[in-house]
């Protein structure tokens, strides 16, 4: 049965989720803008964008950094390699199009992670494969986190019932989901309020985790990015500054 759905214009997507690996020595950052073009729900692949024009503003100093698209492969790195300061706003600026996108995001705390470790319990079908998560929660602020578990496996947690403590919780994978042995590499980001709230969405309507939360969701979420040349041609994603630790643990199969 061929099913006809209508072709919707192209909105241009802006995933630019910075992370800077605050708990490393020395300290590293991944400041990465990936434009993509969203496409028709069908459509088994997503364009990329090659030929946009991308800078981030110093909103404390007025430097300019700029990006470039150097594998033509529609991911925009700093042609300087720089680490975003802390209590410093940056303006995102993308031109596509000759119209011009834009948002400001400030460097987001974090905490590390405490230790991660392979548990023995399992859920429903006895196959699943438990991981252990332990990190201590800064009690001066509300704190808005999320997890990447690798294999696209992400989770958005809030600090309202555990906050000030150290704090464990158990995460599953699926059978299907992953293959032991193998090495895995456990992600914790600080996120704002804002950027959680989208998270959530932005997962819920995607089906869950499955495909990673940056895919082309059923319905168009709008995040912090806008059009400040056409209102009407808004834009989809997220400008974001995380510090992010990561952990990196070996899982093995267990009887």
Known sequence: VDVEVPSTTPKLIIDASFQIFFDE???????????????DYFDE?????????????????????????????????????????????????????NETYKATATRVKSTPLTNVIQGDETLFSGEETEIKIFFTDDSSVDNYYVFDFSNSLFLALEDRFFNGADYSFS??????????????????????????????????????????????????????????????????????ISETDNFTINLIEKN
């Open 25 to 39: 020595s020395p300290v590293t950052a991944e400041t990465i803008v990936k434009l993509r073009l969203s496409a």
């Open 45 to 97: 692949s997503i364009p990329t964008v090659t030929n946009a024009s991308v800078f981030l503003t110093n909103l404390s100093n007025g430097d300019i950094i700029n990006f470039n698209d150097a594998n033509l492969d529609g991911d925009y790195e700093p042609i300087n390699y720089f680490i975003p300061e802390e209590n410093t706003t940056y303006e995102l600026s993308v031109v596509y199009g």
């Open 171 to 240: 995460n599953f994978y699926q059978e299907d989901e992953i293959e032991l042995p193998t090495t895995v590499t456990i992600k914790l980001s600080g996120i704002t309020k804002e950027f959680y709230t989208y998270f959530e969405i932005l997962t819920s309507q995607a089906g869950g985790n499955d495909g990673g939360p940056f895919q082309t969701a059923p319905t168009a979420l709008l995040g912090n990015m806008i059009n400040t040349t056409n209102d009407n041609n808004y834009p989809l994603g997220y400008f974001h």
